[in-house]
């Protein structure tokens, strides 16, 4: 098992900044591919950004030069950074972890941080 805590969520005016924070229980943390997404209300969950544990990111259009997913393998944690925010960006932040071979996958979400982008 893989628990997640994400952090850093909030109220944050159009064009500011939020980082986000996903915690990971497990040490073998490194060979797990992260990605963060988000659900708005009544909307589906997206795909917002991965990265893999080798660290290639890719990134969804509506976000790509604005959010910056990074890893930081020795503190078990991946990075959500966000910049000029925008209303649209509202939504339920969730971290994801997922490992995958030919026998077995393992997937894991945590609870999820609310962003608010308002004025």
């Known amino acids: 098992q893989v628990q997640l805590v994400e952090s850093g969520g909030g109220l944050v005016q159009p064009g500011g900044s939020l980082r986000l924070s996903c915690a990971a229980s497990r040490t073998i943390f490194s060979i797990y591919d992260m990605g963060w997404y988000r659900q708005a209300p009544g909307k589906q969950r997206e795909l917002v950004a991965t990265?893999?544990?080798?660290?290639?990111?890719k990134y969804a259009d509506s976000v790509k030069g604005r959010f910056t997913i990074s890893r930081d393998n020795a503190k078990n944690t991946v990075y959500l950074q966000m910049n000029s925010l925008k209303p649209e960006d509202t939504a339920v932040y969730y971290c994801n972890a997922i490992y995958t071979t030919a026998a077995v996958t393992f997937d894991y979400w945590g609870q999820g941080t609310q962003v608010t982008v308002s004025s």
């Open positions: 990265i893999t544990s080798g660290s290639t990111a």
